[in-house]
């Protein structure tokens, strides 16, 4: 849609925008739990990545943030920007941002056919054909704005890497990225529901190879939240044997959490045990600390000797999960991965193999962390896309 309309600012260009689904916009719709994350102010090439993460610096040059939101903001969109730098409609709602897009393309004359899913693009010339069911469109200059693989119930496909492969572009293999973690089911299927903010570190024996503190969310079969997420690119491409320690206590040293949970059982007895971590985290994971500690819950407070303790503590700030994956690409909100973006111009989107052809977004192998990265990435290079620079 950016893209679109990017294009369509020149009078001269007759603009057709060819949608697979019933309408534009539906994985859109979805992005921050319907909140739609639109921008992050903080959006950088350090949260990005791929084979040539620098790839992103032009496009985020010529739209960052502040223009994305100056914009939307002659678009009719209001905003509201959280501490953080995450950006979001101050309607809270998606269709805000939607609508406003679908707006402007008929102000400026996109022709828009939902419903048309593109079926093979061919050279015609030094233009291109592009097959649909029941006809085929030629047009001078085209831009293939498809997404990735993420994200299948919401319409996520691999036809555009299917659609490029014959006029030579090759892409790099593909994971899941934000996405939630699979986990031995075990304690996250009794915690099902259950927030929590912690410390996540993801480990390989003892290697450290990513960690981050947020909200994490038990489900059934592991950790999802905004925690988990950040890390499950490299649980994606880290390959197997990984495992995720989770502290739930991390602004407190484990002396100092030794000493408190000692002057709990000298001030509360006559407590039982299993409500020794009441009041520290929420009551359902505290129990099962204290199981996976193996504490012996039937004891009174008072009862409980310094080992278990000390093993109440260190379950407390080392919570060890085994990894079993992720949730894949139906669950996931991004693909890692893409066209090889050395075969593309960085300062137009143009392709290096095929002059006329654009790649912008999801596509490419570009993604984002949480926080409204992508979505920054995919109106930035949408928009350089859009001009269609030679």
């Given at each position: 849609m950016?893209?679109?309309?990017?294009?369509?600012?020149?009078?001269?260009?007759?603009?057709?925008?060819?949608?697979?689904?019933?309408?534009?916009?539906?994985?859109?719709?979805a992005t921050g739990n319907g909140r739609c994350n639109l921008t992050n102010l903080g959006a950088d090439i350090t949260h990005y990545h791929g084979e040539q993460p620098d790839f992103v610096r032009p496009a985020l040059r010529q739209l960052p943030p502040t223009e994305t939101l100056a914009l939307f903001r002659s678009f009719g969109l209001l905003t509201v920007t959280e501490e953080s730098g995450r950006v979001y409609p101050l309607s809270d709602s998606?269709?805000?941002?939607?609508?406003?897009?679908?707006?402007?393309?008929?102000?400026r004359g996109v022709e828009l056919r939902c419903a048309s899913p593109a079926r093979e693009i061919r050279r015609d010339g030094s233009g291109f054909a592009v097959r649909c069911d029941g006809e085929t469109l030629r047009a001078d200059a085209l831009i293939v704005a498809c997404g990735g693989a993420a994200g299948k119930k919401l319409g996520g496909v691999t036809d555009g890497y299917e659609l490029l492969a014959p006029l030579g572009h090759r892409r790099t293999k593909l994971f899941p990225s934000l996405v939630q973690l699979v986990t031995e089911p075990d304690y996250p299927?009794?915690?099902?529901?259950?927030?929590?903010?912690?410390?996540?570190?993801?480990?390989?024996?003892r290697e450290i190879l990513a960690q981050m503190r947020g909200e994490v969310q038990f489900t059934e079969r592991g950790v999802s939240?905004?925690?988990?997420?950040?890390?499950?690119?490299?649980?994606?491409?880290?390959g197997e044997g990984l495992f995720l320690m989770l502290d739930f206590l991390s602004d407190y040293t484990d002396t100092q959490l030794r000493?408190?949970?000692?002057?709990?059982?000298?001030?509360?007895?006559?407590?039982?045990?299993?409500?020794?971590?009441?009041?520290?985290?929420?009551?359902?994971?505290?129990?099962?600390?204290?199981?996976?500690a193996g504490v012996d819950t039937k004891k009174s407070v008072g009862a409980l000797t310094d080992r278990e303790l000390a093993h109440a503590a260190e379950t407390c700030k080392n919570f060890r999960l085994p990894l079993r994956g992720t949730e894949g690409f139906d669950n996931a909100q991004v693909t890692a991965g893409g066209l090889r973006t050395?075969?593309?111009?960085?300062?137009?989107?143009?392709?290096?193999?095929?002059?006329?052809?654009?790649?912008?977004?999801?596509?490419?192998?570009?993604?984002?962390?949480?926080?409204?990265?992508?979505?920054?990435?995919?109106?930035?290079?949408?928009?350089?896309?859009?001009?269609?620079?030679?």
């Open positions: 950016m893209a679109a309309l990017t294009a369509a600012e020149d009078k001269n260009n007759r603009v057709v925008l060819l949608e697979r689904q019933q309408r534009v916009g539906r994985k859109l719709l998606a269709s805000s941002v939607l609508d406003v897009l679908r707006f402007q393309l008929t102000q299927r009794a915690l099902k529901g259950v927030r929590a903010d912690a410390c996540l570190r993801l480990l390989r024996g939240g905004p925690a988990s997420f950040e890390l499950s690119r490299t649980v994606s491409t880290g000493a408190l949970l000692t002057a709990r059982r000298e001030s509360l007895p006559d407590l039982e045990a299993s409500e020794l971590l009441t009041g520290l985290v929420h009551n359902r994971l505290g129990k099962m600390l204290l199981r996976y050395a075969d593309f111009d960085p300062e137009t989107m143009q392709s290096r193999l095929v002059p006329g052809l654009y790649v912008c977004g999801e596509l490419l192998d570009v993604d984002g962390d949480c926080g409204g990265f992508n979505l920054q990435w995919a109106w930035a290079s949408g928009r350089l896309a859009g001009r269609l620079l030679p």
